[in-house]
């Protein structure tokens, strides 16, 4: 069956670092796009692409990320990570107006 | 001020009750609504998805929108333990090719059995 995947499912990194958090699908959607979640805050977005070599920016995209080199993948980065970034990630593709979420990254920035 | 306003609750009801759940919006033009449920530690999944104003019904579950209003409810009907999530609210504009969702914050929904 077709599905998105995430990973890794839970990081926990230092202030400073760069962080790598992978995005798959196997869908062959030529949306996708990467979400933060925060209590009080609900799902906001950080970028999005609808195709290869295609990127924007969405919300809340300082300090992050992505490039897309194929369909399947959408990698979204963290160029030096911040407490702030600390959250839960999810990545979601789509075909017209319906998009379809991944289970989700829990960062924590110590 | 949020282009989505959603009461986050927490809202907790006994099982079987009627559920409603709402959301507003400032920009007129969003013409696309959906709603989304999310299980604890989940993704969010598709729930209902709405164009035009007034109703649309899928089992227990009733989509309205309001455009006169820039308002939208979701009702469930005999509410089930397994309804418990959080329900968010999601919303496009209508501009072609924008697939960009803007989400409510999300309310976190109990039936109690």
Not at chain 1, 41 to 56: A, F, P
Request: with cysteine; net charge neutral.
């Amino acid at each position: 069956d077709a599905e998105i995947t995430q990973s890794p499912r839970h990081k926990i990194t230092e202030t400073g670092r760069q962080v790598t958090l992978a995005c798959h699908q196997t869908w062959n959607h030529n949306n996708m796009f990467w979400y933060r979640q925060d209590l009080g805050h609900g799902l906001r977005l950080i970028h999005y692409s609808y195709g290869v070599q295609d990127t924007n920016k969405g919300e809340v995209s300082d300090g992050y990320s992505v490039s897309r080199s194929n369909t399947e993948d959408l990698p979204l980065t963290l160029e030096s990570a911040a407490s702030s970034q600390t959250s839960v990630y999810f990545c979601a593709s789509g075909k017209g107006d319906t998009q379809y979420f991944g289970p989700g990254t829990r960062l924590t920035v110590l | 001020q949020k282009e989505v306003e959603q009461d986050p609750g927490p809202l907790s009801v006994p099982e079987g009750a009627i559920v409603s759940l709402n959301c507003t919006y400032s920009n007129s033009a969003f013409q696309y609504f959906m709603w989304y449920r999310q299980y604890s530690r989940k993704g969010p999944e598709l729930l209902m998805y709405t164009y035009s104003s007034g109703n649309k019904e899928d089992g227990r579950f009733t989509a309205q929108v309001d455009k006169s209003s820039k308002y939208i409810s979701l009702f469930i009907r005999d509410s089930q333990p397994s309804d418990s999530a959080t329900y968010l609210c999601a919303m496009k504009k209508g501009t072609q090719g924008a697939q960009k969702l803007v989400f409510g914050q999300g309310t976190r929904l109990t039936i109690n059995p």
